[in-house]
């Protein structure tokens, strides 16, 4: 081999190595900026989180007034009234007056709106965005749900139709009747119909024994309402705080009545077209302070009886709607035999009946699992007469 042939054979070699160790230095390099990049994203977080640590507390103030194109009047939970400044950040003609603002601790200069406030005790109401109860899971009751659309869903849907015809809906509906015949359902259909949020309040829930909370309770209960419209207020047993008020009476029926000024002054307070229907249901119809019923309010009056024969064939139809069946299954034998029961009773006859099919190993109901759940019930309701059909009550 040639001299010439080696020193090349050595300078090829030598490249190689410089190109191999460039490529190591390279990835080292990309290695350590994707480090140092990481690095530089803790130390900004690390000066943000000092920065919270380290900076003065805000002060929580309510805006009373605003007075011109830069100063505002405000409340603080400090004590006084103060005037401020707005910080440039905030759009002072955006602000109102009941709005909660954060105060600058040096300064007192508006620096933050904040949201406003949802009451604890209304935050644990049963509240739900679009229940899953329809019309069609309510049977027995064609001329109550009509009556219903017409007064409570359509204003919601097409307030331009009531607009147009210059009539105005009823504020508020009171559905009455014995319990278990489906007032709360109907409720929820209506909530589900005009895709509104459904707030159930049951009356006893207002009642407070500190002075003023029960008022308190409604108006935040009437703000929520606004807030997330459309909404449908349901007001269970609203002859809790909604009886006849009397000239005598202790401290408690006192706080009683002023929770039902403050739901009237609510009702009276808002458009009839608004996003806002209420519901109230009772079963004692008789009860109810006149004030509730007059027009304005509660205008609009709504029974839900118990149902006749044909109605229980419907409701046992929509009960047995999702149950496995064996046999035939004699609907109207099964609706004579159940006069005077509710929608809620004939509920649970199904539901014993599939009780007594688990018990004997089956896994569908038959006619005479049925006719002894009918039985069962009966005797719960204080019944002493068997229905036969080899029934025994249990």
Do not use: C, W
Not at 139 to 146: D, K, M, N, Y
Not at 223 to 245: K, L, M, S, T, W
Not at 280 to 307: K, S, Y
Not at 374 to 394: E, S, T
């Amino acid at each position: 081999m040639s001299a010439s042939s080696a020193a090349r054979r050595r300078s090829t070699g030598d490249y190689m190595d410089l190109e191999t160790q460039l490529r190591v230095l390279e990835e080292r390099v990309r290695f350590l900026s994707r480090v140092k990049v990481e690095l530089e994203r803790k130390l900004e977080e690390a000066r943000r989180e000092m920065y919270k640590l380290m900076s003065p507390p805000s002060i929580e103030a309510t805006v009373l007034e605003v007075i011109d194109n830069e100063r505002v009047l405000v409340k603080s939970t400090t004590g006084p009234n103060l005037i401020v400044k707005v910080s440039k950040d905030i759009d002072i003609k955006k602000l109102r007056p009941g709005m909660s603002v954060a105060l600058n601790n040096r300064g007192s200069t508006i620096i933050e709106v904040l949201p406003r406030k949802v009451d604890p005790l209304v935050k644990a109401m049963e509240v739900e965005k679009r229940p899953d109860v329809t019309f069609n899971d309510i049977g027995g009751l064609s001329e109550q749900i009509r009556e219903l659309y017409e007064v409570a869903v359509l204003p919601l849907k097409e307030p331009e139709l009531f607009k147009e015809i210059g009539i105005e809906p009823p504020k508020g509906v009171l559905l009455y009747g014995p319990p278990g015949t489906g007032k709360t359902m109907l409720a929820k259909a209506v909530a589900r119909e005009s895709n509104a949020v459904f707030i159930r309040i049951v009356a006893s829930e207002l009642v407070n024994k500190f002075i003023g909370e029960g008022a308190r309770i409604v108006r935040e209960v009437f703000r929520y309402a606004r807030d997330n419209a459309p909404a449908v207020i349901f007001i269970d047993e609203i002859d809790g705080i909604g009886a006849r008020r009397a000239d005598l009476g202790t401290s408690g029926d006192r706080e009683v009545q002023r929770t039902l000024l403050q739901l009237l002054a609510e009702m009276d307070g808002f458009e009839p077209l608004s996003n806002v229907k209420v519901i109230a249901a009772t079963n004692r119809l008789d009860l109810l302070d006149p004030a509730l019923l007059r027009p304005g309010r509660f205008d609009r009056l709504i029974e839900v009886p118990l149902p006749d024969f044909n109605a229980r064939i419907e409701i046992l139809k929509i009960h047995l709607r999702k149950v496995k069946k064996r046999g035939r299954i004699d609907l109207e034998k099964i609706a004579s035999l159940t006069d005077g029961f509710s929608g809620a009773d004939l509920k649970a006859v199904v539901t014993e009946a599939g009780f007594f099919a688990i018990r004997e190993g089956r896994r569908a109901v038959t006619m005479k699992d049925l006719l002894r759940a009918v039985d069962k019930v009966k005797d719960r309701k204080g019944g002493k007469q068997a229905v036969g059909g080899g029934g025994i009550i249990m």
